[in-house]
């Protein structure tokens, strides 16, 4: 049988330490947050990690396609343990326990609200979080959107209700495209090889600017850590190994000429 995913260790890098100090307020201050940023870029496993440092807080990835019915009952087994009963039967439990508990729900994969039913149905799920959950309980709540906020509200045809929405979450972090060399990709080299030279930090970047982002910098730098440590005869934790590595995985290594 599969067990859940173990949690990942973590190193601090400017966007990881940007995303804790928004959790930070969202919790100090009871405010709706959003966090906006492309996948790969250590959102997850910073949300994660923060929870698991704070007690009070629930953290909940939401499903591909999650309707509000799925996203109730979800929320509903995280907080109480107990996901029986109608879709009413588990709003009144949700509500009941959040009124009643000092909470912070982190809410991952938001934008699959976004994604499932028409207009109305859309509304429905976003005004569910926003009144019932935030406002009429006094939680605080972060919504985290695994796409920037032009892609996620304006390019949307409900651009004029979901800019007033963005409005009220005045706590707000919009984690940019590109990628930071020294303040992000350099800690994360030297989580797997100490003082790396310029040659490694180099190739990393560019690797980091690959599929996957950040994730699979990290990836492709424990694959190499493990093939050095196995075989340091015949690897090296170089720039050029590096590179090699991501070629295998993204796309499938050299081929022969005839």
Avoid at 115 to 120: P, W
Avoid at 143 to 169: A, C, H, M, P, V
């Amino acid at each position: 049988m599969k067990t859940s995913r173990e949690l990942e260790p973590i190193c601090e890098t400017n966007v990881t330490k940007r995303i804790r100090g928004k959790l930070d307020i969202c919790r100090d201050n009871a405010e709706l947050t959003l966090i906006f940023g492309e996948t790969g870029r250590g959102k997850t496993l910073t949300a994660r990690h923060w929870c698991r440092e704070n007690p009070n807080s629930v953290y909940l990835e939401l499903r591909a396609g999650s309707s509000l019915g799925s996203f109730v009952r979800q929320l509903c087994r995280a907080l109480t343990g107990d996901s029986k009963g109608t879709l009413a039967e588990m709003r009144d439990r949700i509500d009941r326990y959040l009124r009643e508990n000092d909470i912070v729900l982190v809410i991952d994969e938001a934008h699959q609200l976004l994604l499932s039913g028409d207009r109305n149905t859309i509304i429905r799920n976003i005004e569910y979080i926003r009144l019932d959950l935030y406002e009429h309980t006094g939680t605080p709540v972060a919504l985290i959107f695994t796409e920037d906020d032009d892609k996620t509200f304006n390019g949307s045809s409900l651009r004029n209700y979901l800019e007033q929405f963005i409005g009220r979450g005045l706590n707000q972090l919009k984690i940019p495209p590109r990628i930071f060399g020294k303040s992000e990709v350099t800690p994360i080299v030297n989580m797997f090889q100490r003082n790396p030279d310029a040659a490694l930090i180099r190739d990393a970047i560019a690797v980091a600017g690959g599929i996957g982002k950040i994730r699979g910098l990290v990836k492709h730098l424990r694959t190499l850590r493990k093939m050095v440590d196995s075989k340091p005869d015949k690897y090296a934790f170089t720039g050029s190994w590096l590179m090699s590595v991501q070629d295998s995985f993204e796309k499938g290594g050299n081929w022969e000429q005839d």
